[in-house]
């Protein structure tokens, strides 16, 4: 159960700087890309944890069912593609949906033209989730790798006998991982974090 809990918070938070990372290479491609304001970077960042941290409890189900589970390669680049993929592929859906609740939050929109506008998102949720999917695929392959190289490090202390390192180990890993993500895509050099995408 401490697993499952540790790998959809740090699933969340992959998410959240995938989520940054394509708005903020979207934002100014060819010219001077920059970091998202707070306020519209929160309504992104919420956009990219809720798939994020989505995709990674389905891992879970899937991938370990329990943590006596044995470790497989297959399984570790399965890992990878799926989180890579399907989280863009869930954002694609969500993001146009945070978009404009952040657009009606600032007054941009009325409550019935935001609900006009959801309904027109879900409509256009397939082809919408397509595109983030195949845009994102660069940002993907690396964010489902360091889902899935911390998801195994997290499970391997989690499986020590030793109790201080079983659970004091997988929580400090979650922890440091998902601050360190959050830190350099909301924070680190524009240029270099939009060449990701």
């Known amino acids: 159960m401490l697993f499952r809990i540790y790998v959809i918070l740090f699933g969340g938070s992959i998410g959240i700087a995938m989520a ?3 708005r903020l290479a979207r934002t100014k491609r060819y010219y001077d890309p920059e ?3 707070l306020e519209f970077g929160s309504f992104v960042a919420a956009s990219g944890f809720i798939s994020g941290a989505l995709i990674a409890f389905l891992t879970t189900l899937v991938a370990w069912n329990t ?3 044995t470790f497989s390669r297959i399984r570790f680049i399965l890992m ?12 694609g859906f969500i993001n146009p949906i945070s978009v404009s609740s952040f657009d009606l939050y600032k007054g941009f929109l009325t409550f019935n ?4 506008l959801i309904g027109s998102h879900l409509f256009n949720g397939p082809i919408n989730a397509s595109l983030e999917a195949a845009s994102s695929f660069n940002t993907g392959l690396l964010g489902g790798f360091i889902f899935a190289a911390g998801s195994f490090v997290m499970w391997l202390t989690l499986r020590s006998k030793n109790q201080i390192i079983s659970y004091m180990g997988s929580f400090s890993v979650m922890l440091i991982l998902s601050t360190l993500m959050i830190l350099i895509s909301s924070t680190g050099p524009p ?3 939009a060449k990701l995408d």
């Open 67 to 69: 943590i006596e589970s």
């Open 20 to 22: 940054l990372i394509a």
């Open 113 to 116: 033209e935001s609900l006009d």
């Open 191 to 193: 240029e270099l974090l």
């Open 80 to 91: 990878v593609l799926t989180f890579g993929f399907l989280t863009g592929f869930i954002r």
């Open 35 to 37: 970091h998202l304001p």
